[in-house]
Protein backbone atom coordinates (compact mmCIF):
# COMPACT_ATOMS: atom_id res chain seq x y z
CA UNK A 1 0.00 0.00 0.00
CA UNK A 2 1.34 3.29 -0.72
CA UNK A 3 2.14 6.02 1.96
CA UNK A 4 1.36 9.49 1.02
CA UNK A 5 4.86 11.47 1.64
CA UNK A 6 4.60 13.71 4.79
CA UNK A 7 4.49 17.53 4.51
CA UNK A 8 7.59 17.96 6.32
CA UNK A 9 9.51 15.69 4.20
CA UNK A 10 12.73 17.04 3.20
CA UNK A 11 11.02 16.64 -0.57
CA UNK A 12 8.35 18.78 0.46
CA UNK A 13 10.78 21.52 2.20
CA UNK A 14 12.72 21.44 -0.99
CA UNK A 15 9.81 21.99 -2.81
CA UNK A 16 8.63 25.35 -0.85
CA UNK A 17 11.71 26.82 -1.22
CA UNK A 18 11.95 26.29 -4.46
CA UNK A 19 8.77 28.04 -4.97
CA UNK A 20 9.54 30.95 -2.04
CA UNK A 21 12.83 31.48 -4.49
CA UNK A 22 11.31 33.99 -6.62
CA UNK A 23 9.66 35.25 -3.77
CA UNK A 24 12.59 36.36 -1.62
CA UNK A 25 14.32 37.41 -4.71
CA UNK A 26 11.75 39.57 -5.36
CA UNK A 27 12.22 41.24 -1.68
CA UNK A 28 15.90 41.31 -1.35
CA UNK A 29 15.31 43.87 -4.56
CA UNK A 30 12.78 45.35 -3.66
CA UNK A 31 14.08 46.41 0.07
CA UNK A 32 17.95 47.36 -2.03
CA UNK A 33 15.99 49.81 -4.16
CA UNK A 34 14.66 51.25 -1.28
CA UNK A 35 17.64 51.58 0.64
CA UNK A 36 19.72 53.06 -2.34
CA UNK A 37 17.30 55.45 -2.77
CA UNK A 38 17.03 56.45 0.50
CA UNK A 39 21.01 57.01 0.68
CA UNK A 40 21.77 58.87 -2.43
CA UNK A 41 20.57 62.51 -2.92
CA UNK A 42 20.53 64.86 -5.99
CA UNK A 43 23.63 66.79 -4.89
CA UNK A 44 25.53 63.53 -5.63
CA UNK A 45 27.22 63.41 -9.23
CA UNK A 46 26.11 60.12 -10.40
CA UNK A 47 22.54 60.54 -9.04
CA UNK A 48 21.09 59.93 -12.09
CA UNK A 49 22.59 57.19 -12.71
CA UNK A 50 21.58 55.30 -9.34
CA UNK A 51 18.01 56.96 -9.28
CA UNK A 52 17.31 55.54 -13.00
CA UNK A 53 18.76 52.01 -11.93
CA UNK A 54 17.27 52.07 -8.27
CA UNK A 55 13.12 53.68 -9.24
CA UNK A 56 12.44 51.41 -12.00
CA UNK A 57 13.94 47.79 -9.75
CA UNK A 58 11.93 48.78 -6.72
CA UNK A 59 8.72 50.14 -9.01
CA UNK A 60 8.82 47.10 -11.65
CA UNK A 61 9.25 44.18 -8.75
CA UNK A 62 6.34 43.77 -7.63
CA UNK A 63 4.60 44.17 -10.99
CA UNK A 64 7.01 41.62 -12.30
CA UNK A 65 6.19 39.20 -9.28
CA UNK A 66 2.44 39.05 -10.33
CA UNK A 67 3.45 36.39 -12.87
CA UNK A 68 4.56 34.31 -10.29
CA UNK A 69 2.68 30.92 -9.15
CA UNK A 70 2.23 32.34 -5.32
CA UNK A 71 -0.79 32.67 -3.29
CA UNK A 72 -2.47 35.68 -4.69
CA UNK A 73 -2.60 37.28 -0.99
CA UNK A 74 1.32 37.38 -0.93
CA UNK A 75 1.44 39.38 -4.19
CA UNK A 76 -1.36 41.52 -2.64
CA UNK A 77 0.76 42.07 0.21
CA UNK A 78 4.06 42.64 -1.23
CA UNK A 79 1.96 45.51 -4.14
CA UNK A 80 0.27 47.61 -1.24
CA UNK A 81 3.35 47.74 1.30
CA UNK A 82 4.97 49.12 -2.15
CA UNK A 83 2.12 51.23 -2.89
CA UNK A 84 1.09 52.66 0.30
CA UNK A 85 4.30 52.90 2.20
CA UNK A 86 7.38 52.50 -0.02
CA UNK A 87 6.34 54.77 -2.69
CA UNK A 88 4.86 57.54 -0.04
CA UNK A 89 7.98 57.28 2.45
CA UNK A 90 9.89 58.02 -0.67
CA UNK A 91 7.81 61.06 -2.27
CA UNK A 92 8.40 62.52 1.05
CA UNK A 93 12.31 62.16 0.89
CA UNK A 94 12.31 63.22 -3.09
CA UNK A 95 8.56 64.20 -4.82
CA UNK A 96 10.06 63.41 -8.51
CA UNK A 97 9.46 59.54 -7.12
CA UNK A 98 5.77 60.36 -6.27
CA UNK A 99 5.34 62.10 -9.62
CA UNK A 100 6.48 59.71 -11.47
CA UNK A 101 4.31 57.26 -9.51
CA UNK A 102 1.13 59.35 -10.44
CA UNK A 103 2.45 59.56 -14.21
CA UNK A 104 2.80 55.61 -14.08
CA UNK A 105 -0.82 55.12 -12.43
CA UNK A 106 -2.59 57.84 -15.25
CA UNK A 107 -1.30 55.92 -18.00
CA UNK A 108 -1.82 52.04 -17.07
CA UNK A 109 -5.48 53.33 -16.30
CA UNK A 110 -5.48 54.64 -19.94
CA UNK A 111 -4.19 51.58 -20.89
CA UNK A 112 -6.55 49.25 -19.16
CA UNK A 113 -8.92 51.32 -21.41
CA UNK A 114 -7.45 51.02 -24.58
CA UNK A 115 -6.96 47.29 -23.65
CA UNK A 116 -10.93 46.43 -23.27
CA UNK A 117 -10.77 47.37 -27.06
CA UNK A 118 -7.73 46.30 -28.67
CA UNK A 119 -7.28 43.66 -26.40
CA UNK A 120 -10.47 41.99 -25.42
CA UNK A 121 -12.14 43.07 -29.04
CA UNK A 122 -9.82 42.95 -31.30
CA UNK A 123 -10.63 46.43 -32.19
CA UNK A 124 -7.50 48.57 -33.55
CA UNK A 125 -8.07 51.89 -32.18
CA UNK A 126 -5.27 54.70 -33.03
CA UNK A 127 -7.05 57.63 -31.85
CA UNK A 128 -7.58 56.96 -27.90
CA UNK A 129 -5.70 59.93 -26.86
CA UNK A 130 -9.27 62.07 -28.05
CA UNK A 131 -11.13 60.20 -24.69
CA UNK A 132 -8.11 61.98 -22.83
CA UNK A 133 -8.50 64.98 -24.55
CA UNK A 134 -12.59 65.04 -23.95
CA UNK A 135 -11.96 64.20 -20.41
CA UNK A 136 -9.40 67.02 -20.10
CA UNK A 137 -11.16 69.75 -21.17
CA UNK A 138 -14.05 69.20 -19.92
CA UNK A 139 -12.89 70.33 -16.78
CA UNK A 140 -10.74 73.36 -18.03
CA UNK A 141 -13.40 74.69 -19.86
CA UNK A 142 -15.13 74.87 -16.98
CA UNK A 143 -12.88 76.07 -14.69
CA UNK A 144 -10.05 77.90 -16.61
CA UNK A 145 -8.81 81.18 -15.53
CA UNK A 146 -8.42 82.31 -19.42
CA UNK A 147 -10.68 84.54 -21.69
CA UNK A 148 -13.31 81.89 -22.96
CA UNK A 149 -17.17 81.96 -23.12
CA UNK A 150 -16.96 80.15 -19.60
CA UNK A 151 -15.51 82.63 -17.99
CA UNK A 152 -17.17 86.00 -19.85
CA UNK A 153 -20.80 84.49 -18.96
CA UNK A 154 -19.68 83.77 -14.94
CA UNK A 155 -20.72 79.94 -16.09
CA UNK A 156 -17.69 78.22 -14.50
CA UNK A 157 -17.85 75.29 -12.01
CA UNK A 158 -16.80 75.53 -8.76
CA UNK A 159 -13.43 73.78 -7.52
CA UNK A 160 -16.02 71.33 -5.38
CA UNK A 161 -17.43 69.81 -8.36
CA UNK A 162 -14.34 67.65 -9.12
CA UNK A 163 -16.36 64.70 -8.23
CA UNK A 164 -19.26 65.44 -9.96
CA UNK A 165 -17.15 66.32 -13.15
CA UNK A 166 -15.02 63.04 -12.55
CA UNK A 167 -18.21 61.39 -13.59
CA UNK A 168 -19.08 63.42 -16.57
CA UNK A 169 -15.83 63.04 -17.80
CA UNK A 170 -16.36 59.01 -17.96
CA UNK A 171 -19.92 59.97 -19.55
CA UNK A 172 -18.50 62.51 -22.13
CA UNK A 173 -16.26 59.79 -22.75
CA UNK A 174 -18.25 57.13 -23.25
CA UNK A 175 -20.81 59.36 -25.54
CA UNK A 176 -17.67 60.04 -28.27
CA UNK A 177 -16.57 56.69 -27.26
CA UNK A 178 -20.14 55.49 -29.11
CA UNK A 179 -20.09 58.05 -31.44
CA UNK A 180 -16.28 57.00 -32.85
CA UNK A 181 -18.05 53.44 -33.11
CA UNK A 182 -21.54 53.54 -35.24
CA UNK A 183 -19.61 54.56 -37.99
CA UNK A 184 -17.16 51.98 -37.94
CA UNK A 185 -19.22 49.18 -36.95
CA UNK A 186 -18.56 47.34 -40.48
CA UNK A 187 -14.99 48.00 -40.52
CA UNK A 188 -11.66 45.93 -39.37
CA UNK A 189 -8.05 45.77 -39.22
CA UNK A 190 -6.39 48.57 -41.83
CA UNK A 191 -9.92 50.56 -42.34
CA UNK A 192 -10.58 50.76 -38.66
CA UNK A 193 -7.16 51.87 -37.85
CA UNK A 194 -7.30 54.66 -40.34
CA UNK A 195 -10.69 55.83 -39.42
CA UNK A 196 -9.59 56.05 -35.26
CA UNK A 197 -6.42 57.39 -36.53
CA UNK A 198 -8.54 60.57 -38.33
CA UNK A 199 -11.09 61.03 -35.04
CA UNK A 200 -8.15 61.33 -32.87
CA UNK A 201 -7.22 64.40 -35.13
CA UNK A 202 -10.29 65.36 -35.61
CA UNK A 203 -10.25 65.97 -31.88
CA UNK A 204 -7.17 67.88 -31.43
CA UNK A 205 -7.60 70.09 -34.86
CA UNK A 206 -11.15 70.75 -33.02
CA UNK A 207 -9.60 72.16 -29.83
CA UNK A 208 -6.78 73.80 -31.74
CA UNK A 209 -9.59 75.71 -33.93
CA UNK A 210 -11.98 77.00 -31.08
CA UNK A 211 -10.75 79.90 -30.59
CA UNK A 212 -13.20 82.13 -31.87
CA UNK A 213 -16.51 80.65 -33.68
CA UNK A 214 -18.04 83.83 -34.16
CA UNK A 215 -19.17 84.81 -37.91
CA UNK A 216 -19.11 88.52 -36.47
CA UNK A 217 -15.44 89.73 -36.53
CA UNK A 218 -16.52 92.49 -34.15
CA UNK A 219 -17.29 89.63 -31.32
CA UNK A 220 -15.01 86.92 -30.67
CA UNK A 221 -16.72 83.54 -29.38
CA UNK A 222 -13.60 81.59 -27.65
CA UNK A 223 -14.11 77.93 -26.19
CA UNK A 224 -11.38 76.28 -25.67
CA UNK A 225 -8.54 79.34 -26.38
CA UNK A 226 -7.14 77.54 -29.08
CA UNK A 227 -3.21 76.70 -29.39
CA UNK A 228 -2.88 79.18 -26.65
CA UNK A 229 -3.87 76.45 -24.16
CA UNK A 230 -5.82 77.00 -21.04
CA UNK A 231 -4.46 78.17 -18.29
CA UNK A 232 -4.99 78.77 -14.41
CA UNK A 233 -7.33 75.49 -14.11
CA UNK A 234 -8.73 75.05 -10.33
CA UNK A 235 -7.72 71.87 -8.27
CA UNK A 236 -10.29 70.31 -6.17
CA UNK A 237 -10.41 71.40 -2.62
CA UNK A 238 -7.83 69.36 -1.17
CA UNK A 239 -8.88 67.55 2.01
CA UNK A 240 -7.75 68.34 5.54
CA UNK A 241 -6.09 64.94 6.03
CA UNK A 242 -3.77 65.30 3.53
CA UNK A 243 -2.23 68.85 4.87
CA UNK A 244 -2.61 67.29 8.52
CA UNK A 245 -0.34 64.26 7.21
CA UNK A 246 1.65 65.91 5.28
CA UNK A 247 2.42 68.37 8.58
CA UNK A 248 3.23 65.40 11.02
CA UNK A 249 5.25 63.68 8.83
CA UNK A 250 6.97 66.66 6.21
CA UNK A 251 7.16 69.04 9.09
CA UNK A 252 10.30 70.78 7.36
CA UNK A 253 8.57 70.51 3.74
CA UNK A 254 9.38 73.39 1.66
CA UNK A 255 5.81 74.10 0.00
CA UNK A 256 3.40 71.27 2.33
CA UNK A 257 -0.06 72.59 0.33
CA UNK A 258 2.01 71.62 -3.09
CA UNK A 259 3.41 68.14 -1.63
CA UNK A 260 -0.33 67.25 -0.22
CA UNK A 261 -1.28 68.08 -3.46
CA UNK A 262 0.89 65.32 -4.65
CA UNK A 263 -0.53 62.80 -2.20
CA UNK A 264 -3.65 63.62 -2.82
CA UNK A 265 -3.43 62.88 -6.53
CA UNK A 266 -1.54 60.17 -5.98
CA UNK A 267 -3.80 58.08 -3.86
CA UNK A 268 -6.71 59.24 -6.42
CA UNK A 269 -5.13 57.55 -9.37
CA UNK A 270 -4.22 54.48 -6.98
CA UNK A 271 -8.08 54.36 -6.12
CA UNK A 272 -8.93 54.69 -9.99
CA UNK A 273 -6.61 52.25 -11.08
CA UNK A 274 -7.88 49.87 -8.40
CA UNK A 275 -11.36 50.60 -10.05
CA UNK A 276 -10.41 50.09 -13.44
CA UNK A 277 -8.37 46.74 -12.58
CA UNK A 278 -11.47 45.46 -10.61
CA UNK A 279 -13.66 46.61 -13.98
CA UNK A 280 -11.56 45.44 -16.13
CA UNK A 281 -11.16 41.51 -14.47
CA UNK A 282 -14.92 41.34 -14.14
CA UNK A 283 -15.61 42.47 -17.51
CA UNK A 284 -13.01 39.65 -18.76
CA UNK A 285 -14.60 36.99 -16.81
CA UNK A 286 -18.58 37.79 -17.73
CA UNK A 287 -20.58 37.01 -20.92
CA UNK A 288 -19.74 40.43 -22.17
CA UNK A 289 -16.17 39.68 -21.98
CA UNK A 290 -16.63 36.15 -23.67
CA UNK A 291 -18.54 37.94 -26.76
CA UNK A 292 -15.61 40.12 -27.27
CA UNK A 293 -13.78 37.47 -27.11
CA UNK A 294 -16.01 35.61 -30.03
CA UNK A 295 -15.61 39.21 -31.91
CA UNK A 296 -11.89 38.92 -32.06
CA UNK A 297 -11.20 35.47 -32.89
CA UNK A 298 -13.90 35.65 -35.42
CA UNK A 299 -17.14 37.66 -36.31
CA UNK A 300 -18.84 35.96 -38.52
CA UNK A 301 -18.91 32.76 -36.24
CA UNK A 302 -19.50 35.42 -33.25
CA UNK A 303 -22.92 36.07 -35.42
CA UNK A 304 -23.58 32.98 -36.10
CA UNK A 305 -23.68 31.89 -32.53
CA UNK A 306 -26.25 34.79 -31.61
CA UNK A 307 -23.62 37.76 -29.52
CA UNK A 308 -24.94 40.90 -30.73
CA UNK A 309 -22.57 42.49 -32.55
CA UNK A 310 -23.28 46.21 -32.52
CA UNK A 311 -23.95 46.34 -28.94
CA UNK A 312 -20.38 44.32 -28.12
CA UNK A 313 -18.81 46.70 -30.34
CA UNK A 314 -20.60 49.89 -28.93
CA UNK A 315 -19.78 48.74 -25.20
CA UNK A 316 -16.39 48.16 -26.17
CA UNK A 317 -15.32 51.01 -27.72
CA UNK A 318 -18.27 53.47 -24.48
CA UNK A 319 -15.97 51.29 -21.54
CA UNK A 320 -12.46 51.57 -22.99
CA UNK A 321 -12.92 55.77 -23.46
CA UNK A 322 -14.63 56.03 -20.26
CA UNK A 323 -11.28 55.43 -18.67
CA UNK A 324 -9.45 57.92 -20.46
CA UNK A 325 -12.38 60.22 -20.27
CA UNK A 326 -11.72 60.09 -16.21
CA UNK A 327 -7.70 60.25 -16.49
CA UNK A 328 -8.11 63.45 -18.61
CA UNK A 329 -10.26 65.09 -15.66
CA UNK A 330 -7.83 64.18 -13.33
CA UNK A 331 -4.87 65.36 -15.51
CA UNK A 332 -6.06 68.57 -16.21
CA UNK A 333 -7.02 69.32 -12.45
CA UNK A 334 -3.18 68.17 -11.68
CA UNK A 335 -1.76 69.79 -14.28
CA UNK A 336 -3.68 73.27 -14.36
CA UNK A 337 -2.76 73.77 -17.69
CA UNK A 338 -3.97 71.45 -21.04
CA UNK A 339 -3.17 72.41 -24.89
CA UNK A 340 -3.63 70.64 -27.65
CA UNK A 341 -0.10 69.73 -28.14
CA UNK A 342 -0.34 67.27 -24.84
CA UNK A 343 -3.39 65.21 -27.16
CA UNK A 344 -1.10 64.27 -30.44
CA UNK A 345 -0.94 61.12 -32.74
CA UNK A 346 2.28 60.13 -30.73
CA UNK A 347 0.10 59.82 -27.28
CA UNK A 348 -2.00 57.19 -28.73
CA UNK A 349 1.20 55.10 -30.04
CA UNK A 350 2.03 55.62 -26.60
CA UNK A 351 -0.58 53.82 -24.77
CA UNK A 352 -1.03 51.70 -27.43
CA UNK A 353 2.81 50.54 -27.28
CA UNK A 354 2.38 50.19 -23.86
CA UNK A 355 -0.67 47.20 -24.36
CA UNK A 356 1.51 45.77 -26.91
CA UNK A 357 4.72 45.41 -24.66
CA UNK A 358 2.91 44.26 -21.26
CA UNK A 359 0.65 41.96 -23.43
CA UNK A 360 -2.85 42.71 -25.30
CA UNK A 361 -5.99 41.02 -23.28
CA UNK A 362 -3.42 40.91 -19.68
CA UNK A 363 -4.53 43.08 -17.31
CA UNK A 364 -1.31 42.54 -15.37
CA UNK A 365 0.74 43.06 -18.51
CA UNK A 366 -0.84 46.08 -19.47
CA UNK A 367 0.07 47.39 -15.80
CA UNK A 368 4.09 46.10 -15.97
CA UNK A 369 3.64 47.87 -19.66
CA UNK A 370 2.70 51.17 -18.22
CA UNK A 371 5.71 50.96 -15.72
CA UNK A 372 8.16 50.06 -18.10
CA UNK A 373 7.32 52.32 -20.89
CA UNK A 374 6.51 55.35 -19.24
CA UNK A 375 9.79 54.87 -16.46
CA UNK A 376 11.93 54.86 -20.08
CA UNK A 377 9.96 57.78 -21.51
CA UNK A 378 10.10 59.78 -18.32
CA UNK A 379 12.87 58.86 -15.92
CA UNK A 380 15.90 56.37 -17.68
CA UNK A 381 16.55 58.28 -20.93
CA UNK A 382 16.08 61.97 -19.14
CA UNK A 383 18.86 60.60 -16.23
CA UNK A 384 21.66 59.34 -18.48
CA UNK A 385 21.37 62.49 -20.34
CA UNK A 386 21.08 64.58 -16.95
CA UNK A 387 24.44 62.39 -15.97
CA UNK A 388 26.44 63.00 -19.16
CA UNK A 389 25.68 66.72 -18.51
CA UNK A 390 26.51 66.24 -15.06
CA UNK A 391 29.95 64.46 -15.90
CA UNK A 392 31.16 67.13 -18.16
CA UNK A 393 30.86 69.59 -15.46
CA UNK A 394 33.16 67.60 -12.94
CA UNK A 395 35.63 65.70 -15.48
CA UNK A 396 37.86 65.17 -12.63
CA UNK A 397 36.15 62.81 -11.10
CA UNK A 398 35.50 61.05 -14.31
CA UNK A 399 37.82 57.70 -14.59
CA UNK A 400 40.50 58.49 -16.98
CA UNK A 401 39.49 56.09 -19.95
CA UNK A 402 36.41 57.84 -20.21
CA UNK A 403 37.13 61.67 -19.77
CA UNK A 404 37.95 61.82 -23.34
CA UNK A 405 34.81 59.77 -24.46
CA UNK A 406 32.75 62.22 -22.11
CA UNK A 407 34.00 65.83 -22.91
CA UNK A 408 33.79 65.56 -26.62
CA UNK A 409 30.42 63.24 -26.20
CA UNK A 410 28.25 65.77 -28.61
CA UNK A 411 24.80 66.66 -27.93
CA UNK A 412 23.49 65.47 -30.80
CA UNK A 413 23.93 61.43 -29.41
CA UNK A 414 22.12 62.68 -25.90
CA UNK A 415 19.64 59.88 -24.78
CA UNK A 416 16.84 62.06 -24.44
CA UNK A 417 16.99 62.92 -28.02
CA UNK A 418 15.83 58.93 -28.86
CA UNK A 419 13.03 58.21 -27.24
CA UNK A 420 10.89 57.18 -30.43
CA UNK A 421 14.08 55.04 -31.38
CA UNK A 422 14.08 53.40 -28.45
CA UNK A 423 10.20 52.49 -28.03
CA UNK A 424 10.61 51.59 -31.94
CA UNK A 425 13.73 49.28 -30.96
CA UNK A 426 11.80 47.97 -27.98
CA UNK A 427 8.33 47.32 -30.22
CA UNK A 428 10.77 45.19 -32.88
CA UNK A 429 12.15 43.25 -30.35
CA UNK A 430 8.91 42.20 -28.67
CA UNK A 431 7.20 41.34 -31.91
CA UNK A 432 10.35 39.08 -32.43
CA UNK A 433 11.44 37.28 -29.66
CA UNK A 434 8.42 37.71 -27.21
CA UNK A 435 5.00 38.61 -29.33
CA UNK A 436 2.46 37.59 -27.00
CA UNK A 437 3.71 40.53 -24.07
CA UNK A 438 5.71 40.63 -20.90
CA UNK A 439 3.26 39.13 -19.02
CA UNK A 440 0.60 37.51 -21.87
CA UNK A 441 -2.65 36.81 -21.37
CA UNK A 442 -3.35 33.09 -21.05
CA UNK A 443 -5.07 32.90 -24.30
CA UNK A 444 -3.06 34.67 -26.24
CA UNK A 445 0.13 32.91 -25.37
CA UNK A 446 -1.86 29.49 -26.26
CA UNK A 447 -3.10 30.56 -29.76
CA UNK A 448 0.44 31.72 -30.85
CA UNK A 449 1.96 28.50 -29.15
CA UNK A 450 -0.60 26.57 -31.53
CA UNK A 451 -0.02 29.04 -34.58
CA UNK A 452 3.27 28.58 -33.78
CA UNK A 453 2.88 24.68 -33.69
CA UNK A 454 1.18 24.84 -36.98
CA UNK A 455 4.08 26.81 -38.70
CA UNK A 456 6.31 23.79 -37.37
CA UNK A 457 3.69 20.91 -39.23
CA UNK A 458 3.39 22.64 -42.22
CA UNK A 459 7.02 23.44 -42.82
CA UNK A 460 7.56 19.90 -41.83
CA UNK A 461 4.76 18.20 -44.44
CA UNK A 462 7.05 20.29 -46.62
Given amino acids: MATQLPTSSPTARTIDMRALRPVIIGVVIIAAATALLLFINRGMIYFPLWSAIGFPALVITPFAM ?19 LILPYLGIQDSFYLELATQIGIFAAMALGLNIVVGFAGLLDLGYIAFFAVGAYLWGV ?63 ILVSNLSNISPDPTVKVNITNGAQGLFGIQDPPLPDFFIRAVAGVAPNAGNPTALAYQFFFYFLVIAICGLAIIIAARLENSPIGRAWTAIREDETAAIAMGVPLVRMKLMAFAIGASFAGAMGVIYAAKQTFVSPESFSFNQSIFILAIVIVGGMGSIRGVIL ?15 FSILIGSLKSNLDQVPVFLQGIIASWPVQLEPARYERLVFGLLLALMMIFRPAGILPATRRKLE ?8 VVIDGGD
Avoid: C, H
Wanted: proline share 3%; hydrophobic share 55%; charged share 15%.
Fill in 448 to 455: LQAKKQSE
Fill in 142 to 204: FTSAADIVTKQNGIQAAPEMFWLFLIFGVIAAAAMGILLGLPVLRLKGDYLAIVTLGFGEVIR
Fill in 369 to 383: GATVVTLLNLQVLKN
Fill in 66 to 84: MGLKIPNNLKAFILVITLL
